[in-house]
């Protein structure tokens, strides 16, 4: 069964202290993985799309890696302002569906 | 461009009403989806449509139906609501022209059926 698992559920950290996040998925192929940022009483924002295993985006403070079975999120020298859910998300081949994660909840302390 | 946009934004309803859930996008995307988010349950998908006149199931479609009569709009209704429908609705949109087919969400629509 097609599925993704983030870890950790919620994570604290102090401002400046940067970390990762994780997103492990298990599908019969991977057309994309996705990332999106989500803050409370609003819709997810897209961050960014990997295609293929060995490929980084970059964003500001933030870079996705992928690798055959999971995704990071790495988050350097975070502020207050990254305090968010961050969502991961696959699109597995042959289909129109994406399936998600629950997430990871992410505050930073200033 | 607005991107996605839904209406409305909060409503409370008694068990047995039905309304509808109006979601639009201005991105000229071909796909269109309707998803409900719940605490632990990350966001599971209820129809789709790959195109304008055409929907289907997605993986929680029961107690709901849906309609896209436009290609920017996409409709959500619940004809006989139930206390388990309480949610978060949010629209998303996406296409495949020019290879990314990122989905695009709207702001959502915070629905409690008492």
Known sequence: EDQVTQSPEALRLQEGESSSLNCSYTVSGLRGLFWYRQDPGKGPEFLFTLYSAGEEKEKERLKATLTKKESFLHITAPKPEDS?????????????KYIFGTGTRLKVLA | NAGVTQTPKFRVLKTGQSMTLLCAQDM????MYWYRQDPGMGLRLIHYSVGEGTTAKGEVPDGYNVSRLKKQNFLLGLESAAPSQTSVYFCASSTIAGGPDTQYFGPGTRLTVL
């Open chain 1, 84 to 96: 968010a859910t961050y969502l991961c998300a696959v699109h597995p081949p042959g289909t129109y």
């Open chain 2, 28 to 31: 000229n995307h071909e796909y």
